[in-house]
């Protein structure tokens, strides 16, 4: 099977602007999980969709949000851009059925300037 | 919620040393306990994980162990190899759960 893939990979932004960022699960797998990784503060969870539903969330503000469509792809979005959002995003799919394993995307890495 | 804590953050050894990476976590529902590899530039990926059943499982050089009294879990690399130079993140789930509580990570270098 393919992997998770993520686009794009790389983004420039400056503040106050926002940002879509894309994830392709592997077939089959309907859980989505983002996370956001800086240097020290390691994988913060930021939301999990499952079935086009915010199943779980994190402890982020409401700038950054997602959505799930219904072929399992996901998205997600942070408005109003802060320095502090620049990191790496990954992505995490799930296959369930008691499968526990998170299996990660490439990562997208946003530089906000 | 569940909280890891992870230590070191930094480990540096020669190669052929062993290397050992600890965390604790605080919910004693939590019964899976994956490790993540992350190479520079690259995804993490799983390298073994333990359930609480078990107290030790080995897969060739890593091994990871697990004290549920403790609350607390090892990850064991022996006769390390430069290539096991990556940031190492260990993990928490209770049961039911499909999210991991991650620690910080642990850098590990290995040098030749």
């Known amino acids: 099977k393919a992997g998770v893939t993520q686009t794009p990979r790389y983004l420039i932004k400056t503040r106050g602007q926002q940002v879509t960022l894309s994830c392709s699960p592997i077939?089959?797998?309907?859980?989505v999980s983002w996370y956001q990784q800086t240097p020290g503060q390691g994988l913060q969870f930021l939301f999990e969709?499952?079935?086009?539903?915010?199943?779980n969330k994190g402890n982020f503000p409401g700038r950054f949000s997602g959505r799930q469509f219904s072929n399992s792809r996901s998205e997600m979005n942070v408005s109003t851009l802060e320095l502090g959002d620049s990191a790496l995003y990954l992505c995490?799919?799930?296959?369930?059925?008691?499968?526990?394993?998170?299996?990660f995307g490439p990562g997208t890495r946003l530089l906000v300037l | 919620g569940e909280n890891v804590e992870q230590h070191p953050s930094t480990l540096s050894v020669q190669e052929g040393d062993s290397a050992v990476i600890k965390c604790t976590y605080s919910?004693?529902?939590?019964?899976?306990f994956p490790w993540y590899k992350q190479e520079l530039g690259k995804r993490p990926q799983l390298i073994i994980d333990?359930?609480?059943?078990?107290g030790e499982k080995k897969d060739q050089r890593i091994a990871v162990t697990l004290n549920k009294t403790a609350k607390h879990f090892s990850l064991h690399i022996t006769e390390t190899q430069p290539e096991d130079s990556a940031v190492y993140f260990c993990?928490?789930?209770?049961?039911?759960?499909?999210?991991?509580?991650f620690g910080r990570g642990t850098s590990l270098i290995v040098h030749p």
């Open positions: 993990a928490a789930l209770p049961g039911g759960s499909y999210i991991p509580t």
């Open positions: 969709y499952f079935s086009e539903t915010q199943r």
């Open positions: 919910d004693s529902a939590s019964n899976y």
């Open positions: 995490a799919t799930n296959g369930g059925g008691g499968q526990e394993t998170q299996y």
């Open positions: 077939s089959g797998h309907r859980s």
């Open positions: 333990i359930r609480s059943n078990v």
